[in-house]
């Protein structure tokens, strides 16, 4: 990495699946410069959603209701 690039980004996050989100969002949140890379163009069809349980949805500071289809 460049020492223009280590000097723009406190944190780095290797992949934008539940966990990487969500330690973006909350570094984010506190106010630190998040770079997430993910290998996979997004938004992308998962089946699984990743393996998420609805009662863990509700733990999150934000709605998935919009992501959702029946």
Same mark, same amino acid.
């Given at each position: 990495?460049?020492?223009?690039?280590?000097?723009?980004?406190?944190?780095?996050?290797?992949?934008?699946?539940? =966990?990487?989100?969500?330690?973006?969002?909350?570094?984010?949140?506190?106010?630190?410069?998040?770079?997430?890379?993910?290998?996979?163009?997004?938004?992308?069809?998962? =089946?699984?959603?990743?393996?998420?349980?609805?009662?863990?949805?509700?733990?999150?500071?934000?709605?998935?209701?919009?992501?959702?289809?029946?």
């Amino acid at each position: 990495m460049s020492e223009a690039a280590s000097s723009i980004y406190d944190v780095i996050i290797a992949g934008a699946g539940p =966990a990487g989100s969500i330690a973006a969002f909350a570094l984010g949140e506190a106010g630190w410069n998040v770079l997430v890379l993910e290998k996979e163009n997004l938004p992308r069809y998962k =089946a699984c959603g990743g393996g998420i349980s609805g009662r863990l949805l509700e733990e999150f500071p934000f709605s998935f209701g919009n992501l959702f289809r029946s």
